[in-house]
């Protein structure tokens, strides 16, 4: 019914055959694999690179299927998180042209789902935004209709330190502006790539937007958040959202699991769900993040069957 798995973000320095290994190892049906450009990205978790569409032909096609053969692993999806309505115009082309690019290369795998951001540009309201939201996802829509992928927009605002304020560097943060979205790009190819964390810091109700978009969930992210409250009453919810929130595993933050799996089941959403690792507890070291999988797992677990 459902399938676990996780991003394979966390685990830069190893292969696409390392990282499925570990999967087989640490209880995972699935992986969400990274498909980002070759080169530096100075984000954190971006850049990372297990399959390099650019030189997917049919000899690396063919091994990629026997890998998950061999470990009884499948691909959730393929990753990619650039901002694609950056103001700097060839920072956005390549962003949008390679979001093509991994959509073409999720087909040529037989795999159905795409996930990846819409990008923004931080500078400027949602409306004016809007125009170059339009200009460039509808062509990128179309080739992902073409190919018969879906994509899947994690909902992250992407606003945390001061680099990225105002306005976040993700336009889909919030049930209005997907709406909004899939109104003035209506397509059944066009959807969510859900993580209920986004919404527990931006003080909003994670339950709700799975029902109300129970048509849009293409694929699940499994993170949990923990507030600061106390630092949250010092700095308010205008401060930078790092200084009174941190990611955490799923069960060691504010979401109730329970109930997200009642209800997730509920809208008859059948497919994967992927542990996003960014718990800075479990990052000193290879065996920490190895463990934070094993942890996930364990915990999710009593969820997934």
């Known amino acids: 019914m459902l399938t676990l798995g996780f991003v394979s973000a966390i685990l830069p ?26 080169g530096k990205s100075t984000r954190r978790y971006a850049g990372i690179t297990h399959i390099n569409v650019d030189e997917l032909g049919e000899s690396q096609i063919d091994e990629i299927h026997r890998l998950q053969d ?45 996930n990846t951001f819409i990008g923004r540009d931080w500078n400027k309201s949602v409306d004016d935004n809007w125009p170059k939201f339009i200009e460039t996802w509808l062509p990128i829509i179309q080739h992902a209709e073409a190919e018969g992928v879906r994509v899947g927009i994690e909902n992250c605002p992407m606003s945390f330190t001061a680099d990225e304020w105002p306005g976040g560097k993700n336009l889909a943060r919030s049930p209005a502006i997907w709406r909004r979205m899939f109104t003035d790009i209506p397509s059944e190819y066009f959807g969510l790539n859900y993580d209920p964390s986004h919404l527990v810091f931006q003080q909003m109700d994670y ?13 699940i992210h499994a993170k949990d958040v923990r507030i600061d409250r106390d630092r949250l009453d010092e700095v308010g919810i205008l401060a930078h959202p790092n200084e009174y929130h941190s990611p955490k595993l799923p069960g060691l933050g504010e979401v109730d699991w329970g109930k997200f799996f009642s209800t997730l089941t509920d809208t008859g959403y059948r497919g994967p769900v992927c542990v996003e690792v960014e718990d800075r507890a479990y990052e000193g070291s290879l065996d920490d993040r190895k463990s934070a999988l094993r942890q996930s797992a364990a915990f999710l677990r009593q969820f997934i069957a």
Do not use: Q
Not at 23 to 33: I, L, N, P, R, Y
Not at 93 to 101: M, Q
Not at 207 to 219: I, V
């Open 13 to 38: 320095e190893l292969s696409l055959e390392e990282v499925f290994a570990t999967a087989s190892e640490t209880g995972h049906d699935c992986v969400e694999v990274m498909c980002w450009p070759l």
């Open 70 to 114: 061999k470990y009884g692993v499948t691909i959730s999806g393929l990753g990619y998180y650039p901002n694609a309505l950056a103001p700097d115009r060839e920072e956005a082309d390549a962003a949008a042209a390679h979001i093509k690019k991994v959509i073409s290369a999720t087909a040529a795998l037989g795999l159905d789902r795409m």
């Open 207 to 219: 339950l709700k937007p799975m029902r109300d978009f129970s048509d849009k969930l293409f694929h």
